[in-house]
């Protein structure tokens, strides 16, 4: 099975799906009612409009305009299907800001003093089968508490963190060696 090729954008396309996304959600706020019709003759304008800009060519436009129309579709079936709002669909990229605010805010403090703080945390909390990212485990399978997502170890390894949640605490769920006596 061959890996599809993958269309290389420029470097503006990030900037360019956002300025298209802001440009849609504002027309379709000045309009009394939203249809997949209108939504989609609205990407199209947005896709026109950047085109007209000449910073993408015809091509990245019109990928980047099917891009954006593939995520306010998911949107509004989300929406229709749950009757939830923007808030709980973005719940995952809320959690991977969060992560990143984390990260920048740790990268700025006294490393020493996160190092020693999160080893005095490794042994305060330590339970016998759970784990806490960065340790060292032999080979095994290992399950996020958080999350409930398995990371498979094939040869003794740092744990990193869960790369479906982020979270840092494990516990090991193959078999117990040596077995217990029940």
Same mark, same amino acid.
């Given at each position: 099975?061959?890996?599809?090729?993958?269309s290389?954008?420029? !470097?503006?396309?990030? %900037?360019?799906y956002?300025?298209?996304?802001e440009?849609?959600q504002?027309?379709l /706020? +000045?309009?009394q009612s939203?249809?997949l019709?209108t939504? %989609?003759?609205e990407? =199209?304008?947005?896709v026109?409009f950047?085109?007209?800009? +000449?910073?993408m060519? =015809?091509?990245e436009a019109?990928l980047?305009?099917a891009?954006l129309?593939r995520?306010?579709e &998911?949107?509004?079936h989300f929406v229709?299907e749950?009757?939830?709002?923007?808030?709980?669909?973005l719940?995952?990229? *809320?959690?991977? *800001?969060e992560?990143?605010?984390?990260?920048?805010?740790?990268?700025v403090a006294?490393?020493t003093?996160v190092d020693?703080?999160?080893?005095k945390?490794k042994l305060?909390?330590?339970?016998a !089968?759970?784990y *806490?990212?960065g340790?060292?485990?032999?080979? !095994?399978m290992?399950q996020c508490? /958080? #999350?409930? &997502?398995?990371? #498979?170890?094939?040869?003794?390894?740092h744990l990193e963190? #869960?790369?479906? #949640? !982020?979270s &840092?605490?494990? +516990?090991?769920?193959?078999?117990?060696?040596p077995?217990r006596? +029940?």
């Amino acid at each position: 099975m061959t890996v599809p090729e993958r269309s290389h954008l420029s !470097g503006k396309a990030l %900037e360019v799906y956002d300025r298209m996304l802001e440009r849609v959600q504002l027309r379709l /706020n +000045e309009l009394q009612s939203t249809s997949l019709k209108t939504l %989609e003759d609205e990407v =199209r304008k947005a896709v026109e409009f950047e085109y007209e800009l +000449e910073e993408m060519s =015809r091509e990245e436009a019109d990928l980047l305009g099917a891009y954006l129309q593939r995520d306010l579709e &998911h949107l509004m079936h989300f929406v229709d299907e749950t009757g939830e709002g923007l808030g709980e669909w973005l719940q995952l990229d *809320i959690a991977l *800001i969060e992560h990143q605010l984390a990260d920048k805010l740790l990268s700025v403090a006294d490393q020493t003093l996160v190092d020693t703080l999160e080893l005095k945390q490794k042994l305060e909390n330590q339970e016998a !089968g759970q784990y *806490i990212s960065g340790e060292v485990a032999t080979a !095994g399978m290992f399950q996020c508490l /958080n #999350c409930g &997502h398995m990371r #498979c170890l094939t040869a003794t390894s740092h744990l990193e963190p #869960c790369e479906a #949640c !982020g979270s &840092h605490y494990y +516990e090991r769920v193959t078999s117990r060696w040596p077995k217990r006596e +029940e």
